[in-house]
């Protein structure tokens, strides 16, 4: 198998999966997720700041890496800040990027097939 269909499936089964948990318990997470939260925004700042700037200079498209910078790490990061104060609107939309996800991903999986 290709990297990108493993990319696909740890998208599909973990981050997904993950994201919807965390949205459907809101408050009621265990205490330890919140700065797994912190972490995983941060990282994915980092680690798609530095992509969004390697394929930018290679004339590559960024958007997907954009996209992770802008919306997906600041949700994480404030839920992940604010812990059990955050308000439903913030887990609500960590529900519907686990949903995207998940519907992104399967659709790329099957159609690479």
Request: net charge positive; glycine share 8%; no cysteine.
């Given at each position: 198998?290709?990297?990108?269909?493993?990319?696909?499936?740890?998208?599909?089964?973990?981050?997904?999966t993950f994201f919807i948990?965390?949205?459907?318990?809101?408050?009621?997470?265990?205490?330890?997720?919140?700065?797994?939260?912190?972490?995983?925004?941060?990282?994915?700042?980092?680690?798609?700041?530095?992509?969004?700037?390697?394929?930018?200079?290679?004339?590559?498209?960024?958007?997907?890496?954009?996209?992770?910078?802008?919306?997906?790490?600041?949700?994480?990061?404030?839920?992940?800040?604010?812990?059990?104060?955050?308000?439903d609107l913030y887990f609500?939309?960590l529900i519907g990027l686990?949903?995207?996800?998940?519907?992104?991903?399967?659709?790329?999986?099957?159609?690479?097939?």
């Amino acid at each position: 198998m290709e990297i990108i269909t493993y990319l696909h499936l740890f998208h599909i089964l973990f981050v997904g999966t993950f994201f919807i948990y965390v949205g459907i318990m809101k408050i009621k997470n265990h205490l330890f997720i919140y700065p797994v939260l912190l972490g995983l925004g941060t990282f994915l700042i980092l680690f798609h700041g530095f992509k969004a700037y390697t394929n930018m200079k290679q004339g590559k498209e960024y958007i997907i890496n954009l996209f992770h910078i802008f919306i997906v790490s600041p949700v994480l990061i404030y839920i992940g800040y604010n812990k059990q104060t955050t308000s439903d609107l913030y887990f609500n939309i960590l529900i519907g990027l686990g949903i995207l996800a998940i519907v992104d991903h399967g659709y790329k999986l099957f159609i690479n097939k």
